[in-house]
C-alpha cells in the first residue's frame, strides 16, 4: 500500500517522515483545496487539507480536537510531538 493512502489512520501512534516544508494558510472556501491540487502537480505529494478529516482520515478530527482543548480551554497540551504526530506525513499544511 501506498504511504498516505491509509484510511482511518491512529495519528496518535505516526511520527514525522518527512520534512514541513511549506504552511499554507486559509480560511475555508477561500481556494485552499485548489492550491492544495497545485502543490500536489508541483510535486509536493502528501498535503493536508482539511477536508481530510471529513473523508479520508476522519479519526484526525480527534487529534484536532485536543489541540483546542489545550489551547483554548486548557486541558492538556499539545506540543511539537503532538503536530508531528498529526502532521507528519505531509511536507504541505
Not at 1 to 11: F, H, L, N, P, Q
Not at 40 to 66: A, F, V
Amino acid at each position: 500500500m501506498e504511504y498516505g493512502t491509509e484510511v482511518d489512520v491512529d495519528r496518535k501512534q505516526c511520527r514525522r517522515v518527512v520534512p514541513m516544508k511549506i504552511l499554507a494558510l486559509g480560511c475555508g472556501r477561500t481556494g485552499t483545496n485548489s492550491l492544495k491540487q497545485a502543490l500536489q502537480i508541483l510535486g509536493y505529494e502528501e498535503t493536508y487539507h482539511m477536508s481530510n478529516c471529513s473523508g479520508k482520515h476522519p479519526r484526525d478530527c480527534e487529534m484536532w480536537l485536543d489541540a483546542l482543548k489545550a489551547k483554548y480551554d486548557g486541558e492538556g497540551t499539545f506540543g511539537v510531538k503532538q503536530w508531528d504526530q498529526l502532521l507528519g506525513h505531509c511536507m504541505v499544511w
